[in-house]
């Protein structure tokens, strides 16, 4: 029987979404909003974050990021201040509201990670960690390559 890789990752994936969305319910947000405050919240005081950082981070479109954004704005969750090198682009940053509930995304997170990776042997893990940043570096070769093919196809 041929192992259908992409099927199995695809359950994972939708597993820990759900998990990731009931914690973050209780909060009156979602997994992915779970995601970036705790991002935000681990960054060194003085690095800037840029909406196009949050973009890459969780490998998410523009108008993802920005529908998330807004209501993480909407919520008092973050604040988006104008850059000072670029009018343009605005710095995103955590305001007290998701200060507050860090200790419990942190636990949560911790938690999450440490079942998962303890449900495998150590052997395992190495493996699993080495193939899964392989496979991850392999579709982000393709997805650049893909991008860099239709900026010349379709030139403006």
């Known amino acids: 029987m041929t192992e259908n890789i992409i099927h199995l990752i ?43 950082d949050i973009e890459r981070e969780f490998n998410i479109r523009r108008s993802t990021a920005t529908s998330v954004l807004q209501k993480m704005e909407e919520n008092q969750l973050i604040m988006r201040n104008v850059s000072p090198s670029d009018s343009r682009i605005k710095i995103i940053s955590a305001l007290p509201k998701a200060e507050e509930i860090q200790p419990q995304i942190s636990e949560f997170l911790a938690a999450t990670n440490a079942e998962l990776l303890n449900s495998i042997s150590t052997f395992q893990r190495r493996g699993f960690l080495k193939a899964f940043d392989k496979i991850s570096t392999e579709l982000t070769a393709e997805e650049k390559k893909e991008h860099n093919n239709n900026d010349t196809e379709h030139p403006i």
């Open 10 to 52: 695809k359950i994972v994936s939708n597993q820990l979404s759900r998990k990731m969305n009931k914690f973050a319910k209780q909060f009156g947000l979602t997994g992915v909003q779970i995601q970036i405050i705790d991002y935000l919240n681990h960054l060194p005081q003085n690095q800037f974050v840029y909406q196009k």
